[in-house]
């Protein structure tokens, strides 16, 4: 079946570090990515997404890109903040099923 | 945000209870759906529904019921709730945007089952 697997995690991090968190699927056909994040205490929250190959999907500073050579979708950052510690979740979604499907989530710690 | 309110947002109960969460939503959205969050399994879909009395299993289904008789209130039910059953409970909602959805989610409910 469908699955995301991300690196696994903690990750912990100097502030102004280069941020890397790997995640690729599985899938039969070309699902829609997804990363969320989760900040202590609170829901998730959609941080960006692509829709197709080499889309490349970018917000607050983070970036993503659709690669199906490899089924990744990495998350990257170029300088991470003390205010991006938590927990972030790769997802897949098939337009058809309506169902999305996680990774196990990488909790990410930075230290000022 | 999505409109999507959760109650109760922590609840203790004690094993054998049955328990009812409630997701609402303002925006009438077709789709909704209930995770649990668990360490180590991120998001696990129990069910899912895609319009009023439309609902089907997700793949933690066991021990949980659901119901919508209205598009904007999707219920939650455990039957005699299991401490296998504590964890946070996420509602959520599927919104079209561009030329794809896009889930949005409810703050959760935190259930610990003594």
Known sequence: GDSVTQMEGPVTLSEEAFLTINCTYTATGYPSLFWYVQYPGEG???LLKATKADDKGSNKGFEATYRKETTSFHLE???VQVSDSAVYFCASLFQGAQKLVFGQGTRLTINP | DA??????RHKVTETGTPVTLRCH???NHRYM???RQDPGH???LIHYSYGVKDTDKGEVSDGY???RSKTEDFLLTLESATSSQTSVYFCAISRRFDSSYEQYFGPGTRLTVT
């Open chain 2, 65 to 67: 019921s659901v119901s």
């Open chain 2, 33 to 35: 759906y209930w995770y």
């Open chain 1, 44 to 46: 998730l929250q959609l």
């Open chain 2, 42 to 44: 991120g998001l696990r």
């Open chain 2, 3 to 8: 409109g999507i309110t959760q109650s109760p």
């Open chain 2, 25 to 27: 939503q303002t925006e």
């Open chain 1, 77 to 79: 950052k170029g300088s």
